[in-house]
């Protein structure tokens, strides 16, 4: 039987300013955004996300996604006060829990067996059906964070699962 090991928590590596801009990439805003809120220059924010993914390495945190899947414990949701949830098929919520784990495209058509193109068509689907604009930046995250409050994808959890 193997034995389960518990790892560290990731936040105790974070500095404050790396939380803080990891909180504001979080609820959807760019690095520009993140920049003018903080009062920083742009290179001050991107230096942050590349220390962020430097000190996060062994645990696969590439990318943006990956990081609010990670330290998704201090980042909370607000509940849906929506009218109706949608509808979504078996595939859309395959595809939907495979996003939730901060995997690219490529990856989720892969890890489903998938070809790219159907798994595009059907985020594409998803994101008309939480009524995600299509120029909304950062899409994934914020599709990420709406479909956790409908309840469609379980509340990510504290680590990664890589």
């Known amino acids: 039987m193997a034995e389960i090991l518990l790892q560290e928590n990731p936040l105790a590596r974070l500095s404050k300013s790396e939380m803080r ?3 504001l990439i979080a609820i959807g805003k760019q690095t520009d ?22 000190k996060n390495r062994e645990a696969g945190i590439n990318n943006r996604v ?8 201090d980042l909370k949701c607000e509940p849906y006060e929506g009218k109706q949830i949608p509808q979504l098929n ?6 939907l ?17 998938y070809d790219k193109m159907t798994v595009d068509n059907c985020l594409y ?18 599709t990420l ?17 890589s």
């Not at 955004?33 to 430097?54: C, D, H, M, T």
């Not at 078996?90 to 595809?95: A, D, H, M, N, V």
């Not at 829990?97 to 067996?113: D, H, M, Q, R, V």
């Not at 709406?146 to 699962?161: D, E, R, Y």
């Open 21 to 23: 801009v990891l909180r």
């Open 33 to 54: 955004e993140v920049a003018k809120i903080l009062f920083v220059g742009i290179r001050a924010v991107q230096f942050n996300l590349a220390s962020i993914y430097r």
């Open 66 to 73: 990956k990081a609010v899947v990670a330290y998704q414990c």
């Open 90 to 95: 078996k595939r859309q919520l395959e595809i």
């Open 97 to 113: 829990g495979l996003l939730a784990t901060g995997l690219s495209n490529k990856e989720i058509a892969k890890a489903l067996a």
């Open 125 to 142: 689907v998803i994101y008309r059906r939480l009524n995600i604009d299509q120029d909304v930046k950062n899409k994934r995250i914020h």
């Open 145 to 161: 964070r709406i479909a956790t409050s409908m309840g469609l994808v379980p509340p990510l959890s504290k680590f990664s699962q």
